[in-house]
């Protein structure tokens, strides 16, 4: 079972660095996802994530108090913007543009919701 709970560690990691560079893959979610896997199969790989100096203060303020940092938050509430006026430009139907405003907006009330790290 370690060995299921390490690949899924490294999967979400991996998802995670590279929504580093593609804004619409959330990155703090797969490192969220990959800290849980690594504390169920590496304690080792579990530290080095958590202790990151880059990767390691979103898992740190989540842990602590569900936080997310004021910059993160201005950021997910951007790229979401972008995104729907993405949808409207490429002439997505009303109903799937209907759907994903509603989505976005949940995804943003939740995000603003947390208290700021």
């Given at each position: ?17 590279v929504g580093i ?71 997505v139907r009303p ?16 995000i603003w919701t947390?208290?700021?790290?």
């Amino acid at each position: 079972m370690r060995l299921f709970w390490a690949f899924c560690g490294f999967a979400a990691l991996a998802l995670g660095l590279v929504g580093i560079f593609l804004p619409l893959l959330p990155t703090v979610p797969f490192l969220l996802l990959a800290a849980f896997c690594f504390a169920r199969s590496s304690e080792r790989m579990h530290l080095w994530l958590t202790t990151h100096p880059v990767l390691g203060p979103p898992i740190r303020d989540w842990q602590a108090s569900g936080a997310i940092s004021l910059r993160a938050k201005r950021l997910a509430t951007a790229s979401m913007a972008v995104v729907l006026v993405l949808s409207i430009v490429l002439g997505v139907r009303p109903l799937i543009l209907s759907i994903q405003a509603v989505v976005l907006a949940c995804a943003a009330l939740f995000i603003w919701t947390r208290p700021s790290a």
